[in-house]
């Protein structure tokens, strides 16, 4: 039986079991990997029948699958729902700072405030370096909507600003906002009196006043 049928069939009962199922993979796959994960470890963890892995996903890959889809529909949601509530906000002439900001503080919030969001970090590492989802999965679930949102807000929020330049710009955002999720546990072993430098605030702080004055100078460079 197939996870979304065994969903439409099950009860209150079922939901609660499936649920925990998907908490116990979360916690087991970041912390063992998806290999130095078993069945019967994910039932314990469940306080359920290991069969029942079988029984609500189909077997262990597609219950790995599902919590990273779960996340990735939060992810989608809390980033795509920051831009457009700055457009919104403003009248559809967002200020550049001010989506930059909406977006930092949406991308890097959960993941360094939330339990959830460290074994996140720690999924996302594990799967870059012994990948396991569908491939495409990330990409149509997070990245395209995200970079559609962001089109829109850096359309109006900068004009000049090439189109083809929109997922360049992203990417250099996004990889600058990951590295501040990783620096604070680099720099403890290096220079512990640096770390304050680091928060994630200022971090964003810096970020969003270096990428726009970088969109900028795009700008004005298609402008003369």
């Known amino acids: 039986?197939?996870?979304s049928q065994t969903s439409k069939?099950?009860?209150?009962?079922?939901?609660?079991t499936r649920e925990r199922l998907l908490d116990a993979g979360e916690q087991l796959f970041?912390?063992?990997?998806?290999?130095?994960?078993?069945?019967?470890?994910?039932?314990a963890l469940a306080r359920c029948n290991p069969a029942a892995v079988n029984y609500y996903f189909g077997g262990k890959e597609n219950l790995y699958v599902e919590v990273w889809r779960r996340h990735l529909v939060?992810?989608?949601?809390r980033r795509v729902e920051s831009i457009r509530r700055v457009i919104f906000e403003s009248g559809s002439q967002p200020v550049l700072e001010e989506l930059l900001r909406a977006f930092a503080q949406a991308f890097v919030g959960p993941l360094v405030a939330e339990e959830r969001g460290q074994r996140l970090v720690k999924l996302?590492?594990?799967e870059m370096i012994d990948a396991r989802l569908p491939p495409g999965m990330?990409?149509?679930n997070v990245i395209k909507p995200t970079l559609a949102a962001m089109q829109e807000g850096l359309e109006k929020a900068c004009p000049g600003l090439p189109g083809w330049r929109v997922p360049l710009v992203v990417f250099s955002l996004v990889g600058q906002l990951l590295h501040t999720i990783r620096i604070k546990g680099i720099l403890h072993w290096i220079d512990k009196e640096a770390v304050a430098m680091f928060e994630p605030a200022k971090m964003i702080?810096?970020?969003?006043?270096?990428?726009a004055a970088g969109i900028r100078a795009?700008?004005?460079?298609?402008?003369?």
């Open 1 to 3: 039986m197939s996870a």
């Open 9 to 16: 069939s099950g009860g209150a009962c079922s939901g609660s």
């Open 30 to 43: 970041s912390e063992r990997g998806f290999e130095g994960t078993s069945v019967r470890e994910l039932g």
């Open 74 to 77: 939060d992810m989608r949601q």
């Open 124 to 126: 996302m590492a594990r």
């Open 138 to 140: 990330f990409g149509e």
């Open 205 to 211: 702080d810096h970020i969003v006043e270096f990428t």
């Open 218 to 224: 795009f700008a004005k460079e298609k402008g003369e």
